[in-house]
């Protein structure tokens, strides 16, 4: 590789690192973060649903076009988890990353007692424990330092 | 007791590196909202993309060997986010955040060996 080359590579290196720091501020207002903390756990409960839906839809699947396009838990499953895509971005436009992406696992919470009471599915102390680290967790990042 | 190949770790684990910056990019993408058109940006299509990628390999990754084994690895993903968001964005780790994954991740782990 030529000198010019490797130097231009790295000024490119450089000004996609500036750009990707640039127009990022930090939000310190707490009630601003409280209300993005909210919508993301909002939006988890679309997550869930989806998955709910995507897994009945599942259920009676075929190969075939008029299956899939008639096939309306999946197709509402799709858009609700697309509604939930729509939710996180809107939330991480104010709310820190390190924050909001952490906050996704109460889907597993909801997923969780869905499937206990549609399909029966069994519990086990593991998973409540799971449960409740998540809730825990979740509810921690929500409330924040405290000074 | 079957083991599980070390294909699929690397699958799951590759899939959790490209999820997270799915993340990065839908980050990016979302600190440039101005109105409903701007949700058309590469940043934020990109952000999906990779997202999908990475329910590829995770799909692939969890064909064959335990999933007890696997999903913890998963739950890796939440490392990577954590490190690209100090890097990328400079957000800061507070004693909150920190206890509050560190919990959330002992979940992930417990619900997936739960499962």
Do not use: C
Not at chain 2, 62 to 78: D, N
């Amino acid at each position: 590789m030529s000198h010019a080359r490797r130097a231009n590579r790295a000024l490119r290196k450089v000004q996609i690192l500036s750009i990707t720091a640039a127009p990022v501020s930090v939000n310190p207002n707490s009630a601003a973060r409280g209300r993005m903390v909210l919508m993301m756990a909002g939006a988890t409960l679309l997550s869930a649903a989806a998955q709910i839906l995507m897994k009945l839809g599942m259920t009676h699947f075929s190969l075939s076009l008029l299956a899939i396009v008639t096939n309306l838990p999946l197709i509402a499953g799709y858009v609700l988890y697309g509604l939930f895509t729509l939710l996180m971005v809107l939330a991480l436009r104010e709310g820190e990353l390190s924050l909001m992406y952490p906050i996704i696992s109460l889907s597993y919470v909801w997923v969780t007692a869905l499937s206990y009471f549609i399909f029966h599915d069994t519990l086990n102390p593991l998973k409540l424990a799971g449960i409740a680290g998540i809730m825990a967790g979740v509810a921690l990042l929500g409330r924040g330092d405290r000074q | 007791m079957t083991s599980t190949p070390l294909s699929s770790m690397l699958l799951v684990l590759f899939g959790s590196v490209v999820g997270s910056f799915g993340a990065v990019f839908l980050k990016l993408g979302a600190v440039r909202l101005t109105g409903i058109m701007s949700l058309l940006n590469w940043r934020l299509a990109l952000g999906v993309a990779l997202y999908l990628a990475s329910s590829v390999f995770y799909a692939f990754g969890i064909r064959h060997g335990q999933l007890s084994v696997l999903f913890p690895m998963v739950a890796v993903g939440y490392i990577w986010t954590l490190l690209w968001a100090r890097l990328f964005f400079h957000e800061r780790f507070t004693r909150s955040k920190m206890l509050g994954l560190g919990l959330v991740l002992g979940g992930v782990v417990l619900v997936g060996l739960g499962s």
